[in-house]
């Protein structure tokens, strides 16, 4: 019996590569191609993976779906006004792109510690796991604010340090607003 092959397109392999090395500083957004069609595809690819990782922490899909469109929305609304007032419109399709497909790779990691963390939600005593995910868990949010610094960076100008502060202002923004509207939807 022959053995199942799994291929891979070269272009997908490569835009892969380019998301981690992305989330590992090692690439910029302006490295990306300025496309429509790559931004659908990296919201498709992150909205699968909110759903997926809200899931995996226990909530409703429907919860899961409110919650990871508010948050991308919420990101490419504020990414566009704040390019708009800085006259760099043209950046925005890259700047969005990245910190998209950045958001995806970081909340696919995260399935781990949320992973690791669900039997305390299911009402489990805690162990040892618990521990391993919340400190796994707080360095991916770390992680992510590098991540989102160095995007922020590129795409305003800025230097890491005002990209990482400007990243927690809107991480806390975020998470204000997304349990205002989402309270009572898990």
Known sequence: MPALALTVSPALLALVHFFIDLCLLRRNPQDLPASPALLGVVLAVALAGGLLL???AG?????GIAQ???????????????LKA???QARYLQAA???VGADAVIGLVALLPVSLARPI???AEPGGDVLLAGLLFMALVAWSVLVVGHILRNAFDLTLAQGVVIAIA???????????????SA
């Open 54 to 56: 809200s899931i995996t």
């Open 59 to 63: 909530s409703s899909w429907f919860a």
């Open 68 to 82: 990871t469109v508010l948050d991308l929305l919420l990101m490419l609304g504020v990414l566009h006004l704040v």
């Open 86 to 88: 800085l006259n760099k």
């Open 97 to 99: 792109t990245a910190l």
């Open 121 to 123: 939600a299911a009402g």
């Open 170 to 184: 809107f991480d806390v923004f975020s998470f204000v607003v997304i349990s205002a509207v989402t309270q009572g």
